[in-house]
């Protein structure tokens, strides 16, 4: 497995999981939670970082 595969599937999981986390805190409980929305937009920041970092 090289780096660059390495880091696909780090971004792919980050974003999966921060699909899921804005999932629950927007849709799941009863009310809007901010921190898992706010929690959820960091991983897709920090999924776009590493796609910038591998160019």
């Given at each position: 497995m090289s780096k660059f595969q390495a880091i696909?599937?780090?971004s792919?999981?980050?974003i999966?999981?921060?699909i899921v986390l804005i999932y629950i805190g927007g849709?799941?409980?009863p009310?809007?939670?901010l921190p898992p929305i706010?929690?959820?937009i960091g991983f897709f920041v920090i999924a776009?970082?590493?796609?910038?970092?591998?160019?």
């Amino acid at each position: 497995m090289s780096k660059f595969q390495a880091i696909d599937i780090a971004s792919i999981l980050l974003i999966t999981l921060g699909i899921v986390l804005i999932y629950i805190g927007g849709f799941y409980t009863p009310k809007v939670m901010l921190p898992p929305i706010i929690t959820g937009i960091g991983f897709f920041v920090i999924a776009w970082v590493f796609q910038i970092l591998k160019k």
